[in-house]
């Protein structure tokens, strides 16, 4: 009898943490913002990195433009990728294409917000409140939660 229950008490705790992860969505327009995170930062370290998925449900593309956050005084829109061997990061000043029917996700190694000129740095724990501005959709608010200095998207929702 105890086994059954254990199993029910594992099914109903993994929908609740499903239920909570999809009620931190943010919609706007035809976008759909989910699973935003950042890490914790070491103390010192002026710069975080901040990922989420956009999902574009619609049928023309958008584009994420700008970001702000009254955590850092410059928040860009960046890539990551290899050149011939080399990790070479860059500032997306065009911002980023969100197709139409399709999902972008900003995560480590690839497409992030990276926060500038912290003055205090991201503890686990806490929450960054960042506005994304869209070109077509508009300007979402967005709370990023902070996770670990490891924190990946499937750890940042544990608490």
Same mark, same amino acid.
């Given at each position: 009898?105890? &086994?059954?229950? !254990? ?8 929908? %609740? !943490?499903?239920? %909570? ?12 913002? !989910? ?22 449900? =619609? ?12 955590? $850092? ?7 990551? &990728? ?9 500032? %997306? ?7 139409? =029917?399709?999902?972008? #996700?900003? &995560?480590?190694?690839?497409?992030? %917000?990276?926060?500038? &000129?912290?003055? $205090? ?13 869209? #070109?077509?959709? =508009?300007?979402? #608010? ?13 750890? !940042?929702?544990?608490?």
């Amino acid at each position: 009898m105890q &086994k059954p229950i !254990s199993a029910l008490a594992a099914f109903g705790l993994a929908f %609740l !943490s499903s239920s %909570l992860a999809s009620a931190d969505d943010v919609k706007i327009g035809n976008l759909t913002i !989910s699973a935003p995170y950042v890490r914790a930062m070491v103390p010192g370290a002026p710069v975080g990195g901040g990922y989420m998925t956009i999902t574009n449900t =619609g049928g023309t593309d958008d584009r994420l433009v700008a970001a702000s956050s009254p955590r $850092a005084a410059t928040v860009q829109i960046h890539e990551m &990728k290899m050149d011939n061997d080399v990790m070479i990061m860059r500032e %997306l000043a065009g911002g980023l294409a969100i197709p139409a =029917g399709k999902t972008i #996700e900003l &995560k480590p190694g690839g497409y992030h %917000l990276m926060f500038m &000129k912290v003055a $205090a740095p991201f503890l686990q724990g806490q929450t960054v409140r960042t506005s994304l501005k869209f #070109e077509k959709a =508009g300007t979402a #608010e967005v709370d990023f939660p902070v996770g670990s200095i490891a924190a990946n998207k499937e750890a !940042s929702h544990v608490k």
